[in-house]
């Protein structure tokens, strides 16, 4: 693990180009594959918990994700040869009446960063969409973004619409800044985090449930 | 204590001496006036601010924009057009019904497009205040005894406006000169048009500069890149105020508890609306920074949307008696009210801001 050490630094640091020469490196000296993700993964771990601690702040949290982002597709084909998958498809978007994005695409940056297929539904997503998404993706949770108070209501009618669905297993979380575990409880969600790392920690866990 | 007049109680409470009453503003979403209207409420906006005898007066309002008046037909096809409107956004607009645009983007999105097309358009706009409508407005505020104050937008808003957000926080760390170059362009002109204000001949009492830079946790950027990119057009604005002899409100959203210390290096006197969810709290900031600082707002709206008045009540009690200590607290919502408080409400809001906010 620790020639991937640079690698593992690069992603944290948000140097992107450093990231894929690391990256293509890796591949070309035949690492292991699973070695080579994990190691990325663990920057993003690392900078989610940086930043739930204010170490650091958006803009480096964005250009780690964009690092990530860049190299993990330069790793995609090498996993894919190895039978390596996402561990699991998560859908998430900023529900109907809410345009609010930053925090939503925050999340949506650490899944992919923490090697989960996502699907991205944008903004103003209405809960169909998100009914919809779920079946066709065949996801495992569905994450609702929330900023106003006055789209609360929109998440709850998208979490009775996706339970109405009946997709077996699914996971419903959500997230914003007028969210609460309470509110989460309320309206029948299985869970909420305040921040982007803890939205890994408890999809992963989620997921397994 | 005899009654002051507006003027009089505001320049007292940023001056933190006594005075008779806190000072009162507020403000509402649209959907709110509409909701209170058909609940009783006469009138606008306006008048729910007479009914609470605000002590504030806002003169102008101003935002630059690269182009404007000058919307662009970007591309079209059979249902749409896209559109660059006046900021730069592009967005799609559905030809044969109504809705909101679809939001694609913004136009300038690399600095190449900032130095090319945007930094020059701006520079080239000419003023974008109405001097006569603000001596107007600034008449209007000083026959109602109240307190006039300037607006303008700062420049981390104003630079996300333009090249959207996650263009400008990736710049902040890859390409801080170009971040810098944007602020200073559009403080240079926000300040050129409070100049031109200012030549009519007016004497305001504040100016109220407004830009979000935090959300529920933290800021949005560290406070060491705040104080080298966007602080030093900040204090600007401070300095200017203060060159015309006006006092300096700044309005950010979000949890800003670590950047009051820069605020007061910049010599602001105000910080607005400090809202609650995002963690902050007059109980705490008054005893830590009440000699230095006014604080504006704070009063939760969460507490006001279950429109039960118990809560209401001890929430506005209990943020009062600390604000009130300091002799430089003003009364607003910690953002604005939105509707799902009832008018009803709304109006027993204002009996215990009345009631609460003797001296
Ligand atoms: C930036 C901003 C805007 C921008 C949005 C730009 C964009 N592209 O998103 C603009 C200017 C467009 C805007 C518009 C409005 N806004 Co606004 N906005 C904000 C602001 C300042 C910051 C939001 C933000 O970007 N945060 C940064 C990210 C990183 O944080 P976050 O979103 O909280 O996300 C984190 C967590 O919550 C969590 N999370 C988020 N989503 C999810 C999802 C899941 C599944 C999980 C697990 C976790 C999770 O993880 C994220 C990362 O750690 C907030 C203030 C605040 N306290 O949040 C107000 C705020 C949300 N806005 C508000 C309002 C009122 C509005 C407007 C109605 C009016 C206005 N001010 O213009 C319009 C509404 C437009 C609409 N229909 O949506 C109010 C809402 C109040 C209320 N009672 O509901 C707020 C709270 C401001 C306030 N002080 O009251 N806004």
């Known amino acids: ?209 | 204590m005899t009654k002051l007049t507006s003027q009089e109680r505001v320049s007292r409470a940023f001056a933190h001496k006594p005075h008779d009453r806190v000072p009162r503003s507020e403000s509402f979403w649209p959907d709110t006036i509409t909701r209170w209207k058909k609940e009783g409420l006469m009138g606008g906006s306006r008048e729910v601010l007479e009914l609470l005898e605000t002590d504030f007066h806002n003169i102008n309002w101003l935002w630059p924009r690269p182009f404007p008046g000058d919307e662009q037909l970007v591309s079209e096809d059979a249902e749409t057009h896209v559109v660059r409107d006046e900021s730069g956004r592009l967005l799609r607009r559905w030809k044969h019904k109504s809705g909101t645009p679809e939001h694609l983007g913004f136009e300038c999105d690399s600095r190449e497009i900032w130095e090319k097309k945007y930094k020059p358009a701006f520079m080239e706009t000419g003023l974008q205040i109405n001097p006569a409508a603000t001596m107007r407005a600034y008449r209007e505020g000083r026959g109602k005894g109240r307190w006039c104050m300037l607006n303008a937008v700062e420049s981390f808003e104003q630079t996300r406006a333009i090249i959207g957000d996650e263009v400008t926080m990736i710049a902040m760390a890859e390409d801080p000169d170009w971040v810098r170059d944007i602020s200073q362009t559009v403080t240079d002109i926000a300040l050129q048009n409070l100049d031109a204000a200012m030549a009519t001949g007016i004497t305001p009492d504040g100016l109220f500069v407004y830009g979000d830079m935090a959300f529920k946790t933290a800021t949005f950027c560290s406070p060491q890149m705040y104080k080298d990119l966007i602080w030093p057009d900040h204090k600007r604005f401070a300095d200017w105020a203060h060159a015309h002899r006006m006092k300096f409100i700044y309005h950010t959203d979000g949890n800003v508890n670590n950047a009051i210390d820069l605020y007061l290096e910049a010599g602001f006197d105000c910080l607005q609306p400090l809202e609650c969810k995002a963690g902050m709290d007059i109980r705490k900031l008054c005893p830590k920074y009440g000699d230095k600082m006014a604080f504006f707002g704070n009063i939760d709206v969460m507490a006001m949307k279950d429109n039960n008045l118990a809560v209401i009540e001890h929430e506005i009690a209990s943020k009062f008696a600390a604000g009130m200590k300091t002799n430089a607290y003003i009364y607003h919502s910690d953002h604005s009210v939105p509707p799902q408080v009832s008018w009803e409400t709304y109006k027993a809001v204002i009996e215990l801001v009345k009631k609460y906010g003797q001296y």
């Open chain 1, 1 to 209: 693990m620790s020639n991937l050490a640079p690698l593992n630094e690069a992603i944290k640091k948000g140097n992107r180009n450093e990231a894929k020469r690391l990256v293509t490196e890796a591949i070309a000296a035949k690492l292991p594959p699973r070695e080579i993700l994990d190691a990325m993964v663990a920057a993003m771990d690392e900078i989610g918990a940086r930043f739930q601690r204010n170490e650091v702040f958006v803009p480096e949290m964005l250009i780690a994700s964009r690092a990530m982002k860049e190299a993990l597709a330069i790793l995609e084909p090498t996993l894919v040869k190895a039978g390596i998958t996402p561990e699991f498809t998560a859908v998430i978007g900023t529900v109907q009446g809410d345009l609010h994005d930053i925090g939503k695409n925050l999340v949506a940056m650490m899944w992919k960063g923490a090697n989960f297929a996502v699907v991205d539904l944008g903004t103003n997503v209405s809960p169909e969409a998100f009914v919809k998404a779920a079946q066709e993706h065949k996801a495992k949770i569905v994450g609702l973004s929330g900023l106003l108070t006055t789209t609360m209501p929109a998440m709850k009618q998208a979490v009775e619409a996706l339970r109405k669905a009946g997709l077996p297993g699914l996971k419903v979380m959500i997230g914003g800044a007028p969210i609460t575990a309470e509110f989460a409880k309320e309206i029948g969600a299985d869970g909420f985090s305040p921040d982007a790392a803890s939205a890994v920690d408890l999809a992963r866990k989620l997921a397994v449930a």
